[in-house]
């Protein structure tokens, strides 16, 4: 079984690493929710395990973030947010499972290995990230619009995989310049209208609807208008 644990603690991280290892269960461990993230889009996992209280990103958008793009594979919130209320939040967000800190080591094994046996019946899609009739094969790295592949670059490719992650929001010129571009810093040049200009191109220019935006003053959004 291939599980990924996102969680800040390296303590608790390896602790369960070391159980789970026993029990012949392969671990990943992300210790911030970007980290997680990124992660996820390169392998895929029968069972993902969230805390909540994360850096960058936290365990219930992170949860969104799976159930978005991996609808069937099940997500465990453990957390020390215990209440009804954070319960709530959390299968609304589409968890599968939720267990609070404390927690017995065992109880967690049995649960975690409950989640893996339900998805061994679910069939595995491929990993497509999409918006409207645009799609993104992680496998293949092949870029289609209404079935027409289209040829990308390497930085287009990433800075496209980056917008569909992101879907829906608005990710400015800096989100981008970290995430794609690896800098930490603006460093005032026009490259990046220059390779949104780029994706309009190839992706917009031909099609309808337009997916591609410029959010004057906040950045660029990958969506359906």
């Known amino acids: ?18 159980g789970f290892s026993s029990e012949n269960i ?5 210790y911030d929710g970007l980290i997680g993230q990124r992660i996820l889009s390169q392998k895929p996992y029968d069972v993902v395990i969230l805390d909540v209280n994360l850096p960058s990103i ?21 957390t020390a947010l215990s209440t009804i209320e954070d319960k709530e939040i959390g299968f609304n967000a589409g968890a599968d499972d939720y267990l609070a800190k404390p927690f017995e080591f065992k109880e967690l094994l049995l649960r975690v290995k409950a989640l893996g ?6 069939s595995k899609p ?17 870029v289609t619009r209404s079935g027409k592949k289209i040829e990308l670059t390497k930085r ?15 990710v400015s010129r800096v989100d981008i310049l970290e995430k794609v571009w690896d800098l930490n810093f603006d460093t005032n040049t026009n490259v990046i209208d220059v390779y949104i200009t ?12 337009k997916l591609l935006h410029t959010i004057i003053g ?4 990958l969506r359906e208008e």
């Open 126 to 142: 491929s990993k497509i990230l999409e918006i409207a009739d645009l799609k993104l094969n992680l496998d293949t790295q092949e």
């Open 198 to 209: 780029y994706l309009r191109r190839k992706l917009d220019k031909d099609f309808e609807p």
């Open 26 to 30: 392969n671990l990943d461990i992300a």
């Open 218 to 221: 906040r950045g660029y959004s």
């Open 117 to 122: 046996r339900r998805n061994m019946f679910v």
């Open 156 to 170: 287009e490719y990433d800075l496209l995989e980056y917008l569909l992650l992101n879907k829906g929001k608005v």
């Open 1 to 18: 079984m291939q599980v990924l644990l996102v969680e800040d603690d390296p303590k608790l991280a390896g602790f369960i690493q070391k």
């Open 58 to 78: 936290n365990g219930f958008e992170l949860c969104k973030f799976v159930k978005n793009n991996w609808a069937s594979t099940p997500v465990m919130m453990l």
